[in-house]
RNA sequence: GGCCGAGUGGCGGAAUUGGCAGACGCGACGGAUUCAAAAUCCGUUCCGGUUCACCCCGGGUGUGGGUUCGAGUCCCACCUCGGCCACCA
C-alpha cells in the first residue's frame, strides 16, 4: 500500500479476528433450553441443523460449507426474528475412512481423527459459524457411544408387536405368550389369538403352538428372533478387500462397495441384523407428513418399495410340499407355465430329480462363485437349469416344471416364482432361452400382440382363465386379481399380500474404528445383553487395528477386536466364563441419534432430558409434523442415513423416549458446488490451477489458447466439468479464500452464485463482484481518509404532509426490507444480496447517511456478512451485539406509489409506456393509453375490440 | 430401460400466482483519475436493422405444435444434459 491510499479502509483481517474473538468470549451463541440459565419459554423455537461432517483429513473445500452458510444465515435470521435458535455442530468420527485414513499414515485413528476434527473446528470458525459450541459433540467419545450402546440395548430388549404394530419392551411378548394372547407359529411368526380362522374345532390353535409347548431352547430362540437387533445367518454383503460385510445401501449398482470400489460377494454368515422391516409400512405412510423435497420422498419409498400382491402356494407333484410364491399379477395365474427357485432356495433340495442332481449342483455352485459384479454384467442372458422337479398349478392343476435360476432373487418375496412368460419380460426371455411354452391370458384393449415374440405387461382383458370352479376371463386386470385372489383366499390356495423391497438393516462390520456392541456371548454361545449399568462398553486399547483384507471371496471375515488383548475379550461373571461380541457398530450407528444428543450433551444420567426434548422437537405452526424444523444437507444421504435415522427415532417414539414420530420435520438438500476441471493428453487429471488463473485466463505453465483450448507442451488440455475434489485436482480451499478476500466475502459468494438447491460451477473470478459490494457498502458508512463515520442522527423525511411525497430514501429502505424478508423465509439468499447491493449501490456517493437507513440496513446485513454487521453496529455506537437486535419491519405507507408506471401493449407488443396516477380508474388509464403517440400510430387504422387493463402492470389493445 | 429434475446473453443467474424477458453480479468495451499501474468512479453491453442525439422496427427463453388478449411460466410431442433406481416377480 502506497503513502497516498486511503487510511481507514476496510480491513476485513481485523474485523473478522476482531468479532470472532468477541463472539467465543462473550458466548455469543450459548443457547438456553428448558431448565439451562436464560431460558425463555416465551420465545418460540426454532432448531435449525446441518448434517453433521466426516472429519476428513484434506479438509474441508469451498464446496463443503455451503449448506452450513446457508443454515447459519438463517439461524442468525431467526434470532432477530425472536426465537430460540438450537444450531449446533458436531463431527461422524466412526467408520470406513477415518479408519483408512488412520491406517495409510499408520496411527491410532482416535489421533488421526482427534487432529482431523482440530482442522475441520479451526475452518468451520474462521467462516464466523454462530454454532452453540458448547453443544458440539463427536460420535466417538466414550459418553457420547455409551448413549448409542443405551439405544442398541432398547432394541435388543424390544420386539416389534404385529397388531399394535409398534415397539415394545421383549417382555411384553413373553407376557402375552404365557397368557395366550400370541401363539409360537411353525413358522415363527407371531401368531395372535385373534387371527380368524386360526382356531379350531376343539379351540386348539392350527399352524400354531402354544407357550408351554415348547423347551426352553425354543422359547430363547423365539425370543432372541423377535428382536429388533437379533442375530441371524443370512445372505450378507460380504466384500473380502475391506475384510468386512456391508449393507445393501452401502454396495452400488454394480455390486461394488461403496467405499473403494471393490467386488462384493453375497455370503451367508451370521450378524447382527436390525428389524428395520417391521416399519416398513410406517417409514413410507409417514413420509407424507413431513416437509421434504418431493425427490427424496420419492426416493424412501421407492428403496421402501410397497407392493400390493398375493401369496400363492403351488403343491410339488409327488411330495408334501408347497412352494410359496409372491406375485403382483395373480390375474396372470392361469398363463403361469413354469416356476423359477433361486438358487439359495432350500425346496431346492426336496424338488430336485437324480438326472439333475449334478447339474443343479454346478449351476449353484457357479452362482455362489460370482461377485455381484458378474451377475449385473450378465444380466442380459438369462441363465437357468431345470430341477427334474415339478408343481401343481392351483388354478388349473396342470404340471408346470420347476427350474432354478439366478434372475430370482432369494432376498425378495419367498425366493420363488410362478413364471408368467405370456406377460412378464423377464420370464418372456427365460421361455424363450430354455423353449419353454407361452400362454396369452390378458389381451391388449384393442392392440394385437404376438404373444410368441413379445411379453405384454400392461394391463388388459383375461382370456384363457377359467376352470370349473371359477372364471376371471372377459374380466379387466384390477377386477380379474381381485376376483381370483378372493378365490384363492376362499380355497385356502393363497392370500393378498403387501411385499416390501426393504430388508432387515445389517448392522455388524469387522471393523476396530465402531462403537462396540454392548453383548457376551456364553460358552454354550448364547447371546447376553450388558446392564445398562455396565455401560459404555469401551473400544480396547490396541497396536493393530488393520482390517484382514484378502483377495479370496471365501476367506473367514475376521473382525480386529478378535486380536484385543485377552483382558477386554474375557469376562468373568458369577463364575462363568464370558465372550465379548467382536464386530462393531456401522458407521451409521452414531448419525442415526446425534441431533437429540445435541439437545442436552451433557446429560450423565440419560441420553436427553425428556423436557428439553420435547421443547426443541415439538411441532410448532410451520413445523405441524415436529422434530427438527430445518435440517440442511445433501441429497446422497436419501435412503442411509436419513432413513436410518428415521427408524432409530421411530423405535425410540414408540418406547416413549421421544415425543414426535419423526426426526426432521423440514428438510432441505443444497446443491453441490461443481468446479471445472482439466485432463492432459493422456486423459490425466492437470491440479487446475496449472492450467488457469483465478481471472479464467491461461496460467504461466500453460503455454496459450487456441480458440476455445488449452494447450500443455503442445497437447490439448480438455476442460470438464463436474464435482470439486481432491482427485480431480480442482478442490479451492476456504482457507485461501478467507485469507484474500474475508470470509464475509466467502459467504456472499456462496450464496449468491444462485439457487441454494441447486448445482453451480465455482468462479474464482466472480467473487470480486461481493467483495466489492462490501468495500463500497464500507464507504457509504465510513469515510476513508479521515476513519469517521458518516452516519447522522438527522432523520428522513417521512411525513407526507410536509415534503411532496415519501423520502426516496425511506421508500427504498422498506422496499428493500420487504425484500430481504420475504426472500430471507424463502431461503432465497441470491436474491436477497441483489436486493442489498441495490440499496447499497443506491447510497453512493453521499457524505451522510441518516441513522434511520444505515441501521436498519446494517442489521439486513447481519445474517449475511456478519462480520462487517458487527462492526458497523459497534461504531454507530452499539456496546451489545446486534445478533439478537430486533429485525427490521416495512411500513406499507411507504411503499405505496402516488404514481405508476405501466407498459401499454398493442396486440401483445409494447408500443409505449405512461405514468398515471396509482387510483387512477379503468377509463382514465385507457385514455392515457390511447393518447400515447406511439400507441396510436399502432392503432392507426385498426378497430379496437378489447381493452385489458391489469392494474399497476400493463394496458393491452386487441385490435384489428 | 424406468422415474425425477433442468435447458434463459460471452458466464453465474433474475422474473413468487400466465402480465414490460435478461434484475443483480462477473467478463468485455469506452471514458475519468494516474507519470504509470492497482484501486476507485462514470457510461455501454441479448441479436439484427435504421440512426447511433433521442427514438423507432424485426427477431429472441433447447426444437416443433397447441391453449390464451397475453406463455420463460400451462398442455402435447421431440432433442439434449444432470440425478436417482434398475432381473424386486
Redo the contacts with the bound molecule.
Sequence with gaps: M?DD?PRYRYDFNVIEQRWQETWQSRKTFRTAGPGEAGFDPDRPKFYVLDMFPYPSGVGLHVGHPLGYIATDIVARFKRMTGHNVLHPMGFDAFGLPAEQFAVQHGVHPRVTTEQNIANMLRQLKALGLSYDWDRQLATIDVDYYKWTQWIFLRMYNSYFDPVEQHARPIEELLTKLQNEVYFVGFDDRIIPATDQGLMGLEGEPIGARKWHELDEEQRNAFLDGHRLAYLAEVPVNWCPALGTVLANEEVT?EGRSERGNHPVFKRPLKQWMLRITAYAERLADDLDAVDWP??IK??QR?WI?R?E?ALVDFAVDGSDELIRV????SDTLFGATYMVL?PEHPLVDQVITEAQRTAVRDYRRQAESRSDVD??A??KE?TGVFTGGHAINPVNDQKIPIWIA????MG??T?A?MAVPAH?E?DHAFARTFDLPIVEVVKHDGENIDIQEEAFVGAGVNVNSANDDVSINDLPTPQAKTKITEWLEHKGLGQGHV?Y?LRDWLFSRQRYWGEPFPVLHDERGRTVALDESELPAELPAMEDFTPVASDDPDAPPQPPLGRAPESWRIVERNGQRYTRELNTMPQWAGSCWYYLRYLDNTNAERFCDPSREQYWMGSTEQNSAGGVDLYVGG??HA?LHLLYARFWHKVLYDLGHVSTPEPFGRLFNQGYIQAYAYTDARGVYMPASEVVNA?GKPASEVQGTKGEKFFHNDQPVTEVYGKMGKSLHNAVSPDDICAEYGCDTLRLYEM????LD????W?T??I???H??L??LWRNFVNEETGELKVTSDKPGAQRSEAPGIDPLLRLLHKTIK?VT?DMQRL?F??AI?AL??MN?AL??RDTLPRAIAEPFVLMLAPLAPHLAEELWQRMGHDDTLAYEPWPTYDEQYLVEETV?L?V?V???????ITVAADADRAAVEAAARNDE?VAA?LEGKTIR?V?V?PG??V?I?AN
Design positions: 502506497t491510499a449398482n418431493e425427490a420419492k426416493m421407492d418399495g407392493s400382491g409372491f406375485t403382483t399379477r433361486a451377475r449385473m450378465e444380466a438369462k439366478d434372475y430370482v432373487l425378495y418375496g425366493g416364482i412378464d423377464r411385499q423391497k441429497a446422497e435412503v481471472d449468491y452464485m444462485g439457487p441447486a448445482s453451480k460451477p468462479n473470478r466472480d470480486i463482484g461481493v466489492r459490494f468495500q463500497r425484500r420475504e432465497c441470491n436474491t441483489a447491493i441495490e449501490n453512493v456517493g408506471e407498459a401493449q396486440m401483445g407488443k409494447v408500443r409505449g409506456r406511439n399502432h378489447k385489458i391489469i402492470k400493463l393491452n386487441v
